[in-house]
């Protein structure tokens, strides 16, 4: 692994680097996955190299990590993960994930970065809440979500125009004691299972 700063089963996440400018500039670039993000102006590589060398700063409210497959042991990230708008006086964020390299699709990948980036909300920043928007057609996405414990807590009718239509999307969310409460359940059932 390289430079990990969360480590799952299958997946660690560590911070974005100069050299994952590619990465980043494909999670914004790639027809398949800016669709799910309503994102229509490009991206280089030189702006992405750029951004990425401001990161991390003392009090930064956006928190962005690489999703590295642990059995690729080149350290090659295959999509970002982030939390945004951290605000340390509400203790709330909104969480978002991109897979870019489409033939690592459903292997898991998404739903592990989710559990591992709400234990880092949690567990680590003391956040209360993270919440995210999710086109209502995005159903992968919001299976992962909420096999992670993300409620639908209401619909944002027509909010963003895709292909010549407006699209619907669920704000999502958790909060910290539906979290604990959640993972208690499982390490209960864990225990009555071994
Ligand atoms: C959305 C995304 C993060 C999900 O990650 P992933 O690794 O592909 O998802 P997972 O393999 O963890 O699968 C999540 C769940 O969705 C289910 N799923 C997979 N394909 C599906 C489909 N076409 N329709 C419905 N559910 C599907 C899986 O079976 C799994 O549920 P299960 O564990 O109960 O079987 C990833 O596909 C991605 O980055 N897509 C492009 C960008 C994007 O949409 N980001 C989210 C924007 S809000």
Redesign the pocket.
Known sequence: MRNPFLIGEKVYLRPVEPTDAPILAACNNDPA?RV??FTHTPTNIYQQTRHAETLYTPGADYIPLVICPIEDSTGRGI?ITAFHRVDLVSHAAVY????CDKA????????EVTELMLHYAFDILNLHRVQ?H??TE????I??YE?AGFVREGLLREAMMHNGKYCDFYVMGILEHEWRARRAEKQKAQETNA
């Open positions: 996955v799910s993000f999509g978002s994930i991109r897979i690592q699709w459903g292997k898991g990948y998404g739903s995210l999710v086109w995005n159903e992968r996405g299976r992962a096999k």
